[in-house]
């Protein structure tokens, strides 16, 4: 008896559908092919276990089963619960009318219950694209897939409950999704910017980098405050849209960052990867390929902490995503492309002692010692942040005043009227958000200069040596600063504003 059942395959961020086809006949053995890897082999040991201990029996005939297309390799684990059902009405052991209405994914344990499984939400989304009527899932990635809209979610804690629902002796009761706001209150922000006592130059500079989409540095003493600021950037992100949400929540999918208990992700990442992180962590790939660092922190912030504590070659590779904001990871037998729009927030100590140019400790550093730490940054990477800070520690007296700074809400709000401005103006232009992501057409045409806010830029550039990758993005920033202060033009302000910006240019710091 020949059945065909149907699940599907994760490659990159998307899904492809794989056809489960069941072939009974004359002569002994399981015989399983379609480029299976060792994981997928392997789930013939896992369901005869969990036939035996679910009541079901193995046929002692030959079984055939393919999984097709043929020529993609099929990886994980999540093949064992459509190949069992394939099996189970193959033999008759339970009805083949609903089987093809559905995809099914999921682990077996081998005493029959399911355990969940990665990349959950792009097959559901291809479910519902292919016309499927729904998908069943283990329990635990079943508020995961109930996201995806129009599309019956049907979670399972086992194989002999699978085929209860198949064969009509239990219910199938699609999952309801979690709510928006049942979300939002499960997770509030436990940090606000207004426990933070002084340094309004850098939370200033945040709220540009939070409005345009700017990539930061914050260079400073230890202890003057670079890590707490970059922790509270997330209370002053605008909110995701629903098609951010849904980006972020396939990359995570993908990647098994959701727990059972979550749906939709709807406030934005903060990926905060240790210095020792390797390339392959940060940018994704591996034998068995996985997203890394810069694209878990999609539409969100990349936290760079001790920046130059890095290797040189991991820095390096973030250099072109920064640009791109996509990662393409090529290997002999494929390319995997994973979305990689992040905001680069760095800090980083300005010598190896930590006190050069401090207002009241001396730096005990060689000019050479900060000089060779400082360049553990090159200049090329350095060019593609749009933002440089020195943090300077706080006095005292102001650590001990009881005056509260402005909250994080406030500087929400003006935020998220900048992003209004900013998705309009960019309306027409297809993957375009905000002003950092602007191209050089893109900025002649949204930023003309005046001949008097030309000059000032011109001389700038002339003084402190900036290259034409600088220009272009103070140009960026000049327009977000113009943005936040409700103005069509950029003017003389907003370019002096976003020159000060680019300290790490001079030759004060280690050049």
Not at 121 to 137: C, D, N, S
Request: aromatic share 4%; hydrophobic share 40%; with cysteine.
């Amino acid at each position: 008896m020949f059945v065909k059942a149907h699940t599907a395959s994760v490659i990159g961020v998307s899904a492809i559908t794989v056809n489960v086809e069941v072939n009974l006949s004359r002569g002994i053995g399981m015989f399983l092919v379609g480029l299976p890897d060792s994981s997928v082999k392997e789930s013939q040991d896992r369901i005869r276990s969990a036939f035996e201990n679910s009541d079901f029996k193995m046929p002692g005939k030959r079984l055939v089963v393919n999984l097709a297309p043929a020529d993609v390799r099929k990886e994980g684990a999540s093949f064992d619960l459509p190949i069992a059902v394939g099996i189970l009405a193959a033999t008759e052991q339970i009805s083949a009318d609903l089987i093809d209405k559905y995809i099914i994914i999921g682990e077996l344990s081998l005493d029959g219950t399911l355990r969940a499984v990665r990349g959950v939400l792009p097959i559901a989304v291809m479910a519902k694209e292919q016309g499927f009527r729904g998908i069943i899932v283990p329990a635990d990635n079943a508020l995961e897939a109930a996201v995806v809209e129009g599309l019956d979610v049907i979670g399972a804690d086992s194989l002999k409950e699978v085929a209860d629902m198949l064969c009509g002796r239990k219910a199938m009761t699609p999952t309801t999704p979690i709510s928006e706001e049942e979300q939002n209150q499960s997770s509030p922000f436990a940090e606000d910017f207004c426990d933070v006592k002084g340094q309004e130059n850098v939370k200033r500079a945040l709220e540009i980098a939070a409005a345009g989409g700017h990539n930061v540095i914050m260079i400073g003493a230890p202890g003057s405050g670079k890590t707490m600021l970059a922790r509270r950037m997330p209370t002053i992100m605008p909110p995701m849209t629903l098609d951010e949400a849904l980006e972020t929540t396939k990359i995570h999918s993908v990647a098994g960052k959701i727990g059972a208990h979550k749906g939709l992700i709807t406030q934005r990442p903060f990926r905060s990867p240790h210095h020792t992180a390797s390339q392959v962590a940060l940018i994704g790939g591996g034998s068995n390929p996985q997203p890394g660092e810069v694209s878990l922190a999609h539409n969100g912030i990349l936290f760079a902490d001790e920046l130059p504590e890095f290797g040189r070659s991991a820095l390096e590779v973030l250099r072109q995503p920064m640009e791109d904001k996509k990662i393409t990871i090529s290997r002999a037998k494929y390319t995997i492309e994973y979305p990689a729009n992040f905001m680069l927030i760095a800090s980083m100590n300005p010598c190896p002692c930590g006190y050069y140019n401090h207002p009241t400790r001396e730096c005990t550093c060689s000019r050479y010692a900060v000089h060779n730490y400082f360049n553990r940054i090159s200049g090329p990477l350095l060019d593609r942040i749009d933002l440089h800070i020195e943090v300077v520690p706080v006095p005292i007296e102001e650590l001990n005043s009881r005056r509260a700074g402005e909250t994080s809400q406030a500087i929400r709000e003006r935020v998220i009227a900048a992003r209004k401005i900013q998705n309009e103006r960019f309306a027409e232009c297809e993957g375009v958000h905000t002003n950092a992501m602007m191209n050089s057409a893109m900025i002649r045409r949204f930023c003309p200069l005046s001949p008097e806010v030309s000059s000032l830029l011109n001389r700038a550039i002339e003084k402190l040596n900036l290259s034409t990758r600088a220009y272009d993005r103070i140009i960026k920033v000049a327009r977000t600063i113009a943005d936040l202060e409700g103005k069509a033009e950029i003017e003389t302000a907003h370019i002096a504003e976003a020159i000060t910006f680019r300290s790490l240019d001079r030759d004060s710091w280690g050049r």
